[in-house]
């Protein structure tokens, strides 16, 4: 059987178009199938920004995500729509909680799952994701989406960019905060936690490892239990934190890592390997920073290993009660005083600190302790120096106060703490 012969047309007389003008002896100027898909591609772009636009001011609702999620999926829309349908549900869920919820029960889950495993979306679904997440989880208040966010972190973990995902919204500290501790607190991968806080340590983002410090504080004042921050690895990297130059780009950062430590150190067995880590040498570096945040925050540090015995004795070899005495002094920042006086308080609970402050002649400044913005924390030192019973320790605080005149509030406040 002979093959189809094709069927000879007329020339156009009147189109540029035909592939039969032999005259013009050139190629078709454009095919109309070629010129079809970028067409469809331009018009599902804007009609998506036509459904935005119109619906901007109301609720998100089944219907609606349907056909949201749809322009996900087709293969014909074009991944520029796709951004922006995802930039928009990003900023609906950020804007409502409700919003948030109806996406959660949406169909729009499904293309989000898929979308991760793309390379070119992640960085537009991660936001959308952490903020789903975060609402989802908010730290345990909604319960009702534990598939779904199974279902996300799973995905997430496939994904392999957890890193990613958590620094995405750098900005949002509700989000980022939330998205990590869910990912540490809530992933079925063993050791999860420690690896992401060891990956947001390591980061070259300055923001990342701010993140991961704040985590590290959340999951330590959240979770009694050992924090994951202890193993070895993870804690150098926190430690390494303290040991950066500080200037007015690290200056937050170096905040967050002594806030961290801090709260880790509150722990039962979190202030050892912190102390073995040389913390305290190089926390008291910070007693000179220009930032007052970071002097207080040393503070809050080193009156928090004072609370547990046998550290204070490390405290005096490397610090002594100098440097303290003389924040207390001359500090211009009222509240970093006080902080710095709770720091002789909590020495002075032991032996060898209620020693080395009466060495100091701590009591020779009892005016500048007993002052009103001061008193609270004055009568607390007075109080664990008077509940020693050495006689050295005895005789010179009994001294210092008959010859100073007290005023009748300080012994009320001084009768609070018993001996």
């Not at 001011?57 to 991944?79: A, C, H, Q, T, W």
């Not at 936001?127 to 989802?136: K, Q």
């Not at 150098?236 to 890592?257: F, G, H, Q, Y």
Request: aromatic share 6%; proline share 5%.
């Amino acid at each position: 059987m002979p093959p189809p012969q094709r069927v000879e047309t007329p020339r156009s007389q009147a189109s540029w178009w035909s592939d039969r003008n032999s005259m013009l002896h050139i190629s078709p100027t454009m095919k109309i199938h070629a010129a079809a898909k970028p067409l469809m591609k331009f018009l599902y772009h804007r009609q998506a920004l036509g459904i935005m636009e119109d619906t901007r001011e109301s609720p998100l609702f089944g219907e609606l995500l349907d056909i949201y999620s749809s322009y996900l999926l087709y293969k014909y829309v074009s991944p520029a729509t796709r951004i922006v349908v995802l930039q928009h549900l990003e900023r609906r869920a950020r804007s409502s909680a409700d919003d948030a919820r109806a996406i959660l029960c949406s169909s729009v889950l499904d293309p989000l799952i898929q979308l991760l495993t793309i390379e070119r979306f992640r960085t537009t679904t991660y936001p959308l994701v952490g903020m789903l997440l975060a609402y989802a989880l908010g730290f345990g208040q909604n319960p009702e989406f534990v598939d779904e966010v199974t279902t996300l972190l799973r995905s997430v973990s496939t994904a392999g960019s957890l890193n990613a995902l958590i620094i995405s919204r750098t900005d949002s500290e509700d989000v980022v905060i939330t998205t990590t501790a869910a990912l540490t607190a809530f992933s079925e991968q063993p050791g999860s936690a420690t690896a992401v806080m060891v990956t947001l340590l390591d980061s070259l983002d300055r923001s990342a490892r701010r993140w991961a410090c704040v985590l590290v504080e959340r999951l330590a004042r959240r979770d009694p239990g050992p924090s994951p921050i202890l193993e070895p690895q993870s804690l150098e990297k926190l430690v390494n934190l303290l040991r950066l130059v500080v200037d007015p780009l690290d200056e937050l950062m170096i905040e967050a890592a002594l806030s961290a430590l801090a709260a880790v150190s509150q722990q039962s067995n979190g202030v050892a390997p912190i102390v073995q880590a040389e913390v305290i040498k190089h926390s008291g570096a910070f007693l000179d920073s220009t930032s007052a945040e970071i002097r207080y925050k040393t503070c809050i540090l080193i009156s928090s290993f004072a609370k547990h015995q046998g550290i204070v004795t490390n405290i005096l070899c490397v610090m002594s009660i100098g440097p303290w005495l003389n924040l207390f002094l001359n500090d211009h920042q009222s509240h970093i005083r006080t902080a710095a006086l709770h720091v002789l308080a909590e020495i002075a609970a032991h032996p060898d600190g209620a020693t080395a402050i009466i060495e100091a002649k701590t009591l020779d400044y009892l005016t500048q302790i007993l002052s009103p913005g001061n008193k609270e924390a004055g009568c607390l030192l007075l109080a664990k120096l008077r509940a020693h019973e050495q006689s050295g320790i005895q005789s010179n605080l009994v001294g210092t106060l008959s010859n100073y005149r007290v005023a009748k509030t300080t012994m009320q406040l001084l009768k609070r703490y018993p001996n």
